[in-house]
Structures are given as C-alpha cells and as structure tokens.
C-alpha cells in the first residue's frame, strides 16, 4: 500500500469508528506521528492534505520540519514525546501543541520562555494511567495538585494524553483518562495508537497519533 492508500484507509477507519460511536469525525484528529519517518513518507503526507503531525523528540522534528514548516501553511507540530527543561525554548519555537506536560518544573520553565516569546499554544497534561516507572506522566494521584500549579502559573491546559501499557487491555486506560478528563473539565483527550485507536474513539479521544499504521514501519535502528 502507499502512502496515500494508507491515509485514505485510515481516515475511513476513523470515520467509521465515529459513526459507530455515535460522534462527529470532526471531533476526531488525526496527529500523523512522522517519528524517525524518512523525508519523502513525509511529503506523500503532506500531498494528501495532512497538517497536523507528531514527533517525540525535539531535536529531530527540528531538523525534519523546519524547513517545512515554512513551506506548509497550517501545519501543527504536536510533541508527544518527554520534554527535558533545557530543550522548552526549542521546542516553544517549533510545536503548536506540547502533549507531554509531566512535572512542576516543566511547567514553572514553560511559563517563563512563553513570558519571553509569547505563542498562542496548546498544552496537554501526560497522565502514567499504567503507573509504570519508564514512563513519563504525572501520577494519577498526583494530577490535580500538577493542575492547580498550570491553572496559578497561567499555562493554558486544555486536554490529557496517555499511552497504555503495551501488556495491558487499553480501554481500561482509555477510560480513566476520559473520566478524570471530565472531572477536571478538560475537553481534549489524545489516546489512541495504530493498533488501539478505534478503542480510543469509542472511549472519546479527540485525537489519535497514528504513526506505523499511515507510514509504515519505524527504520528499526533508532525506533522507540
Ligand atoms: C510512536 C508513538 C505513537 C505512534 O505509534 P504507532 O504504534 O506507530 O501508531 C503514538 N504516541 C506516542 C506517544 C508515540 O511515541
């Protein structure tokens, strides 16, 4: 299948899944996660119409899209993976949307380079539903008291993200995040992956990130 194929088929996919779920394929977006994708899986993306892509690593979306970045009007970066407090300014610059909020100091050190360069931007909080300790995500326990310093901050939080254990059935996961989003009056929820994502829908994900399933597999020497 091509790229483009796979694209196609995906969005069907989703728009079954909402249909099935009773909800509005506009509710649903697709995050293209790009990881570690060579540059031409990258453009037959991009000729499809796709804007909105994932990438976990700071240093690498940067050497991939900025360039791009110019030449698409629309695009939105969301970073998916852990962010380190000395790449916050790089990544300020680069992506529309940070999913991966985890810690106080990662939010105090977000507030202050968004004082500096002010960005219209999105931020959504990574919740360790699995609480497995190689995992980046705030504790579940530890989630409301991760809230209250954004909401005092002033860091705009407008939605929650998790990645399942890979052992674990996900709609257990699925489902805790959509109810401690709703306990906390959250609107977005990003959960759902290549393999998992029509759970995801059912379970009410606003956005998917979908990286094998569109691309194809990770070059498998710095895949993670
Ligand atoms: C790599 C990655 C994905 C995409 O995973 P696929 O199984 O390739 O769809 C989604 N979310 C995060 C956080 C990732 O790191």
């Known amino acids: 299948m091509t790229i483009e194929e796979n694209f196609k088929e995906i969005r069907a996919a989703i728009g079954a899944a909402c ?5 509005d394929p506009q509710d649903v ?3 293209a996660v790009s990881k570690f994708q060579p540059r031409d899986r990258i453009e037959a993306a991009l000729v499809t119409g796709q804007r909105v892509f994932g990438e976990n690593r700071v240093q690498d979306a940067n050497e991939r899209w900025s360039g791009l970045k110019e030449s698409y009007s629309g695009l939105r970066l969301h970073l998916i993976g852990g962010l380190q407090t000395n790449k916050v300014r790089e990544a300020i610059r680069l992506f529309d949307v940070i999913e991966t909020v985890d810690r106080e100091n990662l939010v105090a050190e977000l507030v202050k380079e968004l004082k500096k360069t002010p960005k219209a931007m999105e ?7 699995g609480d497995e300790a190689q995992k980046g995500g705030v504790a579940v326990d530890a989630l409301p008291a991760l809230l209250k310093t954004c909401h005092e901050a002033g860091l705009p939080v407008s939605g929650l993200m998790c990645i399942p254990p890979v052992d674990q059935p996900p709609g257990l996961h699925f489902a805790l995040l959509k109810k401690l989003a ?8 990003s959960m759902g992956m290549s393999g998992d994502y029509k759970k995801a829908i059912a379970a009410g994900a606003t956005h998917v990130r979908i990286g094998t399933a569109l691309f194809g597999e990770r070059p498998a020497a710095n895949s993670d």
């Open 182 to 189: 709703l306990r906390h009056n959250l609107p977005k929820l």
């Open 19 to 23: 249909k099935e779920a009773a909800r």
């Open 29 to 31: 977006q697709l995050v």
């Open 123 to 129: 931020f959504f909080i990574q919740v360790n539903t």
